[in-house]
């Protein structure tokens, strides 16, 4: 049993010889896995005008059939950072490979498809080459992959999943006043496929529970209802 807690702020052990529980491997493998793809999917959002379906999933419609189709700041800095982000620690750990301009994010003149081929292969040799027995690695590695409730703006994997990915829409919580402002707006993103924790944010004024506080406020509720 190791003799300390997981480095993230979870209420869990970390795994032996690592910083981090087994659940933020967990998620850790899962955020790569998916990054690529995620890459893809964030590109045919903003630009609707492209095929809707990818990897056989309807992921955007059309909206105009001519002029220019609208796109989505948010969207674009999402796609850009998880793309520089995956690019970032695949040089980091010694990746020989070029990745031109991924390094600042997906170029305009790549597709969604080509995007999530160059970036899978920054993706896998992270997976193969991570150390998350070293401190400043692991912390800043899941800075980049997992929702930071340090800084619930900065655009991570897991926050452009739960915030654009429609099979995994957020709900809102019920009868659960948001400590930063008051309001009903918690809103509540569900476990997904690969088990990770919900995520909790006020719609109203973006706060998100502190790392210390999160086990004690997910206590508090079950799929969304306040116990």
């Not at 990897?55 to 909206?63: A, I, K």
């Not at 309001?183 to 909790?200: N, Q, S």
């Amino acid at each position: 049993m190791s003799e300390r807690l997981c480095a993230r702020g979870c209420a869990r052990d970390a795994m032996h010889g690592l910083l981090i529980c087994w659940r933020c491997v967990d998620r850790v493998k899962a955020a790569l896995d998916g990054a690529p793809d995620l890459v893809a999917q964030l590109g045919i959002l903003i630009d609707p005008r492209r095929a809707q379906v990818y990897n056989e999933q309807v992921v955007s419609r059309p909206l105009l059939v001519n002029g220019q189709a609208p796109m989505s700041v948010s969207m674009i800095d999402a796609r850009d950072a998880i793309a520089a982000a995956l690019v970032k620690w695949a040089k980091h750990y010694g990746d020989p490979r070029e990745y031109l301009y991924y390094s600042n994010g997906v170029p305009s003149t790549a597709t969604p498809e080509r995007s999530a081929d160059v970036l899978r292969g920054a993706a896998e040799w992270i997976i193969t080459a991570c150390d998350l027995g070293n401190q400043d690695d692991t912390l800043g590695l899941c800075r980049d992959l997992l929702s930071n409730p340090d800084d619930p703006t900065a655009w991570t994997v897991e926050r452009a999943k739960h915030t654009y990915m429609p099979d995994e829409r957020p709900t809102v919580v019920k009868g659960e006043g948001c400590p930063g402002c008051g309001l009903l707006t918690i809103r509540r993103t569900p476990v997904g496929e690969h088990g990770e924790d919900p995520a909790f944010e006020c719609l109203g004024c973006h706060w998100t529970p502190p790392s210390d506080e999160y086990e004690r406020f997910r206590s508090l509720f079950d799929d969304g209802v306040r116990r």
